[in-house]
């Protein structure tokens, strides 16, 4: 095992600063959220803190949308309790938004004049091309992007992002919010038949000419907003998949029709009872389904990408002035480096200890059918292989996987994090815990266990070796690996080091390890 190093005593470790913080204020047609973020100037936003109601601003409206004086009352309530938590958290600045339900009511200058006097509070009514630059904003920030349909089904409406080549090229506000549909279409409780076709028809129509606008067919599709989530952790509880977080969560269309067929039989009293789904939305969430049918049917998708992240993450980014969109390795990177700042761990060492392994990826990538996923891996594997010493040095590499696995990574799907989180804790020469090998099954594969194996030992190799400044090469058909040191290794390295990666390496590797003298 790795102790302290002599040769980093002296290096200045990124210690944690004061953060810096910002509040999002978000009232929409069913829910209004208040978040708190923890800022960095790395282009990184963390929530910390987030506070929920349901005021349901979009429900009682008129034929021409008005709010109701109900809603409004209930509107204000929430606001008056952001603004108290506000006040709690000390928040130096707070960004207050409404969506669908005030902008489309004829009474919504005057709710927020309203909500103004009563909390202090100065709604901005977005329109429909702010909300999607938003929710884009969001999802690009945790993923890179490329050809790519954003949507966020909102209570009233639904944004829809045609992304190409990673930019936002066209969005769209549609009024398919799961609240409207269901006042509008579903009358009966389960809903008949007959209102279900109707519904579907209607979405159909809605979509078909929208997604042709968009080019068609060959998306990826990401999607966020309150029913896709609830719909994520619902499966997940049904399916006792092995991660909890509904953020990378991969839903097929399969598990989508599942639970049409499964919650379209219930009524309301019961669907509250399904985990996931809950009583904010069990009287909206069928429309809502049918919305998400008819639209992975019209893009081709088998599966929804569900986010995490959206308009208030996209809000915030904005005011921080993150620069959007950005590659894997960059959002990657860019996360591990809010890490080091919360967790006070040596990202320079990381870095350094990273430029070594990827010499070794780069040699070995051909031979075991390396690609970009498991690059990426290695990277935030090395990057944060030593975070965990901020929890407990002697078992800092267990601690450190646990920090991959928990602490927002964006830039990496779910099978990438469990893979860094692994190659982390084998660098210190353990074995992955059985636990592990049963639990991520429906993730992992064995191909990825030898992956994570194999790079374990390459990241303990580029550790070992990193003070000397190692040269790699491989000869003899690939099968003798050759070290060379650009610094005097004799002062540099420990005496033991040959030892230590000589066997793991040939063992893992299938390769001879030779030591190039001088």
């Not at 601690?399 to 692994?422: C, F």
């Not at 084998?426 to 639990?439: A, C, I």
């Amino acid at each position: 095992m790795h102790r302290a190093r002599l040769a980093d005593s002296g290096r200045e470790r990124d210690r944690a600063r004061p953060a810096s913080t910002l509040g999002v204020i978000d009232i929409g047609s069913n829910t209004a959220r208040f978040v708190a973020f923890e800022t960095t100037a790395a282009g990184t936003v963390r929530a910390f803190y987030e506070g929920k109601d349901v005021p349901r601003l979009g429900s009682g409206t008129g034929p021409d949308e008005r709010l109701s004086e109900e809603a409004i009352e209930r509107g204000i309530l929430a606001v008056r309790r952001f603004a108290r938590l506000v006040r709690d958290l000390e928040l130096p600045r707070t960004l207050a938004v409404a969506t669908s339900a005030v902008r489309d009511a004829p009474n919504g200058p005057d709710f927020v004049r309203r909500v103004e006097r009563a909390t202090g509070v100065l709604l901005r009514v977005l329109s429909g091309a702010e909300e999607a630059r938003y929710a884009y904003l969001g999802v690009a920030s945790a993923w890179e992007l490329d050809h790519d349909v954003i949507f966020d089904l909102g209570g009233g409406s639904m944004q829809l992002v045609d992304v190409r080549d990673g930019a936002l090229r066209n969005s769209v506000s549609l009024p398919l919010g799961a609240l409207r549909l269901s006042q509008r279409f579903l009358e009966h409780d389960p809903p008949k038949h007959r209102e279900l076709e109707e519904l579907r028809t209607h979405v159909r129509d809605t979509l078909s000419s929208v997604l042709e606008a968009f080019g068609g067919k060959g998306y990826r599709v990401h999607g966020i907003g309150g029913t896709v989530r609830s719909l994520a952790r619902a499966a997940i509880e049904l399916r006792q998949y092995p991660i909890g977080r509904v953020h990378g969560y991969p839903l097929y269309s399969t598990e989508i029709e599942a639970l049409s067929e499964l919650l379209g039989e219930m009524p309301a009293e019961k669907r509250r009872a399904i985990p996931g789904i809950g009583g904010d939305r069990a009287d909206v969430v069928l429309a809502g389904i049918v919305v998400l049918e008819e639209l992975v049917r019209e893009t081709g998708a088998d599966r929804i990408v569900v986010a995490g992240t959206g308009i208030r993450d996209g809000i915030a980014l904005e005011a921080i002035g993150a620069k959007l969109p950005a590659s894997a390795e960059v959002l990657a990177e860019r996360s591990a480096t809010a890490a080091a700042r919360s967790f006070a761990f040596n990202l320079d060492h990381g870095r350094e200890v990273a430029q070594a392994a990827l010499s070794l990826f780069e040699l070995f990538a051909p031979r075991f059918d390396w690609g970009r996923s498991e690059r990426l891996a290695l990277l935030v594997a090395a990057w944060m292989h030593d975070a965990g010493t901020a929890i407990d040095l002697w078992q800092h590499a267990a601690h450190s996987a646990y920090l991959i696995q928990n602490y927002p990574i964006w830039g990496l799907d779910q099978r990438e994090v469990i893979l860094a989180a692994m190659i982390a804790y084998l660098h210190e020469g353990d074995d992955v815990p059985s636990t592990w090998k049963r639990g991520y099954l429906p993730i992992i594969g064995s191909s990825d266990l030898d992956a994570a194996r194999r790079l374990g030992v390459v990241l303990e190799c580029a550790e070992l070796t990193k003070p000397g400044r190692p040269r790699f090469s491989l000869g003899s058909g690939g099968r003798v690996l050759t070290v060379a040191f650009s610094a005097a290794a004799d002062t540099a390295l420990s005496s033991r080091w040959p030892e230590k990666i000589r066997k793991p390496m040939e063992r893992a590797l299938d390769i001879e390890v030779k030591v190039r003298e001088g």
